[in-house]
């Protein structure tokens, strides 16, 4: 599930005998992907090595051979992970026709990725406590990337007359807006649930026309 690749292949019916740097990316992405469903179930607080590595299917002492200490995982743990939905959320925009159908689409796209991966938003909500080194690589890196798209936006005239200051507001103010939402409407008492149209189309509103009308000139 992580942004470390899988390593295992078949040549027939008969498995390629794995490298050593190969089993060693192996396990460590199992470690990742354990990790992230032990978080999503308990909490980084019980994530505890035990758990991890159970899940994994690897011994505690294999851990130590990746990671120097639980806190380093878990401080890997949220910028991995946000890695992967920003590579999830690429595929979903390439037959985007223009700048503001790629906002609505990367929108979208990230909500799917909530619903596939739902252990994210725990992931994200409690990392600011505990692995607050992992919470702010995070932001920097999705904060960092978004920036850059608007810039890239705004040469040639797609984007508003921003300045480079005022488009990292507007993307900390983007994200935001998909923090809250999913709080509010993609889990449900019984988990992820579909997100309703009208969040996307007030979303849509939103970004394509602003939230308040410009007053008409007298007379």
Request: charged letters at 30%.
């Amino acid at each position: 599930m992580m942004a470390i690749s899988k390593t295992r292949a078949e040549a027939g019916k008969r498995p390629v005998k794995l490298t050593r740097s190969e089993k060693n990316d192996d396990v460590k992405r199992r470690l990742f992907e354990a990790a992230a469903k032990m978080v999503g179930r308990y909490g980084y607080a019980e994530a505890s090595v035990a758990r991890i590595t159970e899940a994994a299917g690897v011994a505690q002492g294999t851990f130590y051979n990746h990671f120097e200490n639980r806190q380093e995982l878990l401080d890997q743990l949220l910028p991995a992970i946000g890695q992967q939905m920003v590579a999830f959320i690429r595929t979903r925009i390439d037959d985007a026709s223009s700048e503001v159908e790629k906002e609505f689409t990367r929108f979208r796209a990230f909500f799917d990725f909530v619903k596939e991966t739902p252990e994210f938003l725990r992931i994200l909500n409690e990392a600011e406590v505990f692995a607050p080194t992992g919470y702010q690589h995070h932001l920097d890196n999705i904060s960092t990337a978004y920036v850059r798209l608007l810039k890239r936006a705004r040469a040639p005239g797609h984007v508003g007359d921003y300045s480079d200051e005022e488009l990292e507001v507007i993307v900390h103010v983007l994200m935001g807006a998909r923090g809250y939402l999913s709080r509010r409407y993609a889990y449900g008492e019984d988990g992820p649930q579909a997100v309703p149209e009208h969040v996307f189309s007030a979303y849509e509103k939103l970004i394509s026309g602003g939230l308040f009308k410009k007053a008409k000139p007298p007379g």
